[in-house]
């Protein structure tokens, strides 16, 4: 029998569940890499790459920015975290998928609605990169935060309060403490996306600012040294395991809690309840509403064309009749969420488990977000070239690889929850006689539920976004909706780049429905 | 057998097992993700040897060339379509191709160089400085015609280029400026700096950011000699059929930019894939080229479309630099030129 066992107890700290996870890192993220450091790397490289022009400056904007951004995020996802994760309103599911579909939009749709948006001196600077940080990752907070606080027993604050605690330090001493493992998470999170931003810092940082992924990015393709390159993402991720490795051993245990979320039924009460939420969604809103208007607007007029060209009753121009087959692309990318979706979510709630258990195996679950894409892409190109291995092109190299990149964010989202799980119910149920299996489906899941649709949700969304590998990887018969508009806004002209707008209003009115859609079915 | 005879036998229907080996189903043209043909481009050739073409497009020409040399002897498919002349000596020294020149078809004299029996020119495309007529009339001034011109003062804050450090037509001309004022270029962008020159990351962050055109303030920017065209093809409203283009072109900016394709070493098919190289440069697939990739034909005598004839201009003298030399200097140009602008 199963039960009488700790959940998180050190004996059992062989990660059964999470073998499924590391094969599909070992696979697509460690291996390639190796394979690639294997055929690339110089010797004499190693040392002296660190001092060839550039890579100074990189490391050291990476970490400035990266500790900037976690924190300009972490203010910024305060107010609505608290809002959403312990108010009950109207239109709150609405909300939530409003204020997480900025992560998925692509980065050079973003990019273009800022720099329309900011005023001109602010362009390509420091602040720039800050806002669309903020703007990206704040959702990674709430994400991340609000399933734990949701569960925070009202009844505890009640009792805090009742003791003579006031509001204030009802809050700091009774939910701090549960939600810090959630929210450290978090910022550990929120850390890594920006030090290793890649399309924010090329076209908001302006050209003289690069991270090591864009220094990365640099080398191997404009400078071709692949060989320095290779040293650089080597050496970013051995640095991130590390330092994951050890904030994992540094955690202290999560808080168990008494049981599972109870008491959300308050209305939105107060002023700043309100004030909060609204200013939140405008700031995502605007950005949005700007990219709405852009696909209504060709050359200076307001007119459909972007969405008929879009939708092929119209070719884009010229006698050469170039169409965009954007419902293939839709299909696709759709195709390829579902896939993602199906492998990133139980293999990363296969990973959580064994991280609630023994949280170095955070580590593996955490390095598809300290990687390059490009590097992962020449890995992949050089490594699984061969006979059955032979996987360029295959159709479920890209689902496959999305998966590996969400899986840091499934994991992180239901490890808290896991750590979490009250003892109780699990062993009454193994009292009643029930096996593991049993167990794990009819107390452990239906508890985890909410963390795990979350999730399932962030995997889709975070598959219909990618752009990065996809466009390295996908061909030209599998070009997924965020590639297909890089290609349109490579064009010149006013009905591309119509067309292209229209295209990423499409992808985020998809990525928004299917938010929703989770949130709407999600068991409260 | 050569493939050539195997095909025929093929195709008269007298061939025998050992013919059909050679001769695959499908053939494979690596390229970036800019190659992007009409969908009945290859029917031609299709009907005429059996063999259906796919298209393995992705990434920039950089990660292309990049790719090729990682997997060098075990390419990613049989012909690559798309390395340039400021890449071509790094695909030649990570030995990419097996060298195959086509001579079916005659092609430019000017396209001729390194390269020579490894791989064919396919294209060119200039890449040059663009103006807003609309913009630049508003400000009363003539459009600008030569690098010199874009340094004085009456053009001051009006030039937005891509850098050369993250953007191949940013390297472009980068190159043309070294081409035009060879070791006084630094200079020359010293003085770009003092007319508050504006440089962003990518072409389309120059083009759909900050040209006046698409909606920012700035009437002078880094594109091709062939976006006049696009510019009239893709205008919505249509422009009336006698208007000049709504762009120009600055020609004594432009930097010749020339794309080869080759047979990739380690193929099944090298034979089959020769003749895609020699399909490649036929004046049925060249005559596409325009409108399609928008780059210039390298066959000689292949007509150009009206929309190109009419908006973009001849550029007799282009800039240009060894590929050779822009392999082995181009870091240092880059760092220098990261000191001297940013």
């Known amino acids: 029998m199963e039960a009488g066992r700790p959940l998180s107890g050190r004996a059992r700290s062989l990660g059964g569940p999470a073998w499924p996870a590391a094969a599909l890192v070992t696979l697509l993220v460690v291996v390639p890499m190796l394979v690639l450091a294997s055929r690339s790397v110089r010797g004499g490289d190693i040392v002296e790459v660190w001092s060839r022009p550039g890579v100074g400056e990189a490391v050291r904007f990476s970490l400035v920015i990266g500790l900037a951004s976690t924190f300009v995020t972490l203010v910024a996802a305060a107010g609505p975290t608290v809002v959403i994760g312990r108010r009950r309103f109207r239109g709150r599911s609405v909300a939530l998928a409003i204020l997480t579909a900025p992560f998925v939009l692509p980065t050079v749709v973003v990019g273009s609605a800022f720099l329309a948006l900011l005023p001109d001196h602010l362009d390509r600077t420091i602040w720039a990169v800050l806002a669309a940080h903020a703007f990206f990752n704040t959702s990674v907070v709430i994400r991340q935060v609000v399933p734990l606080l949701e569960s925070v027993d009202e009844g505890l604050l009640e009792a805090a309060r009742t003791l003579g605690a006031g509001p204030w330090r009802a809050w700091t001493s009774v939910a701090l403490p549960i939600v810090r493992p959630a929210l450290l998470s978090a910022a550990g999170l929120v850390f890594l996306l920006s030090a290793t931003s890649f399309g924010v810092v090329r076209i908001l940082g302006g050209p003289s600012r690069a991270t090591v992924d864009v220094e990365i990015h640099r080398r191997a393709v404009l400078l071709g040294d692949l060989s320095g390159a290779t040293i650089l993402a080597v050496a970013q991720t051995l640095v991130v395991a590390a330092v994951v490795a050890v904030a994992a051993r540094r955690r202290p245990p999560a808080i168990r809690l008494a049981r599972s979320g109870l ?63 954007v419902a293939g692309a839709l299909r696709r990318s759709l195709v390829i969420a579902l896939g993602a979706v199906l492998l990133a979510t139980p293999l990363g709630v296969g990973a959580a488990v064994a991280a609630a258990r ?166 409260t | 057998m050569s493939a050539v005879a195997g095909l025929t ?110 791989v064919t020119p396919v294209d060119s495309g200039d890449v040059c400085i663009n103006h807003d007529r609309a913009a630049l009339d508003a400000l009363g001034l003539e459009p600008p015609t030569s690098l010199d011109d874009l340094v004085d003062p ?80 893709f205008a919505d409203p249509p422009l ?24 990739l070493r380690g193929g099944d ?68 030129w990261r000191q001297v602008v940013l």
């Open chain 1, 263 to 325: 008491a959300r039924d308050l209305p939105l009460a107060g002023p700043w309840a309100h004030v909060t939420i609204v200013v939140s969604i405008a700031i995502v809103v605007v950005p949005l509403a700007a990219l709405v208007a852009s696909s209504l607007r060709v050359g200076g007029n307001w007119s459909i064309a972007g969405w008929r060209m879009l939708l092929g009753l119209e070719p884009l121009g010229g006698p050469s009749a170039l169409r965009v087959d």
């Open chain 1, 358 to 523: 023994d949280s170095r195996w955070r580590v593996i679950s955490m390095l598809p977000a300290a990687v390059s894409a490009i590097v992962v892409g020449f890995g992949i190109v050089v490594t699984y070239d061969e006979g059955f291995l032979d996987w360029r092109g295959s159709v479920w190299l890209v689902p496959a690889v999305h998966a590996s990149v969400a899986l840091p964010f499934v994991t992180r989202v239901v490890e808290p929850l896991v750590a979490a799980l009250p003892h109780g119910p699990v062993e009454a149920a193994a009292t009643l006689g029930a096996n593991r299996p049993t167990t794990w489906r009819l107390v452990r899941l239906p508890m985890l539920r909410p963390a795990i649709t979350t999730a399932a949700a962030f995997s889709g969304a975070l598959s219909l976004g990618e752009f990065g590998a996809t466009a390295f990887l996908a061909r030209t018969d599998s070009r997924t909706l965020p590639v297909l508009v890089d290609l349109l806004v490579g064009r010149s002209g006013e009905r591309p780049f119509a067309a292209a707008m229209a295209a990423s209003t499409l992808l985020f009115v998809i990525t928004f429905a299917l938010v929703l859609g989770v949130e709407r079915r999600r068991p």
């Open chain 2, 9 to 118: 036998l093929a195709l008269v229907g007298c061939g025998g097992e050992a013919v059909d080996e050679t001769t695959p189903d499908r053939l494979v043209i690596v390229s970036h993700e800019s190659f992007t043909p009409p969908e009945n481009a290859f029917e031609a050739f299709t009907a005429e040897t059996g063999i259906i073409v796919e298209i393995a497009a992705a990434g920039d020409a950089g990660e292309l060339v990049a790719r090729a040399a990682l997997t060098a002897g075990r390419p990613e498919g049989d012909v690559l379509w798309g390395v340039d002349n400021t890449l071509l000596t790094r695909a030649l020294a990570a030995d990419v191709f097996e060298p195959y020149e086509s001579t079916a078809h005659p092609v430019r004299d000017d396209l001729a160089g390194t390269g020579r029996g490894v």
């Open chain 2, 154 to 233: 009456r053009y001051r804050g009006l030039l937005v280029v891509s850098s050369p450090e993250t953007s191949s037509p940013g390297l472009a001309f980068l190159l043309a400026t070294i081409a035009e004022f060879g070791d006084g270029w630094t200079d020359y962008w010293r003085r770009l700096v003092d007319n508050d020159v504006l440089v962003v990351s990518g072409w389309s962050d120059a083009y759909y950011a900050e040209f006046s055109r698409h909606g920012g303030d700035r009437p002078l920017v880094l594109s091709y000699a062939t976006s006049p065209p696009a510019e009239v093809i």
């Open chain 2, 240 to 263: 009336a059929d006698d208007a000049p283009a709504p762009t120009g072109v600055v020609t004594g900016s432009c930097f010749r930019q020339i794309e080869y394709a080759g047979v």
């Open chain 2, 269 to 336: 098919h090298p034979e089959a894939a020769r003749l895609l190289v020699d399909f490649l440069i036929d004046p049925a697939f060249q005559s596409l080229v325009p409108e399609s990739l928008f780059v210039l034909p390298a066959t000689t005598g292949v007509e150009l479309p009206e929309s190109f004839r009419r908006h973009a201009p001849d550029i007799d003298e282009p800039l240009s630099v060894e590929p050779d030399r822009i392999e082995t200097e181009r870091e240092n140009w880059i760092d220098t």
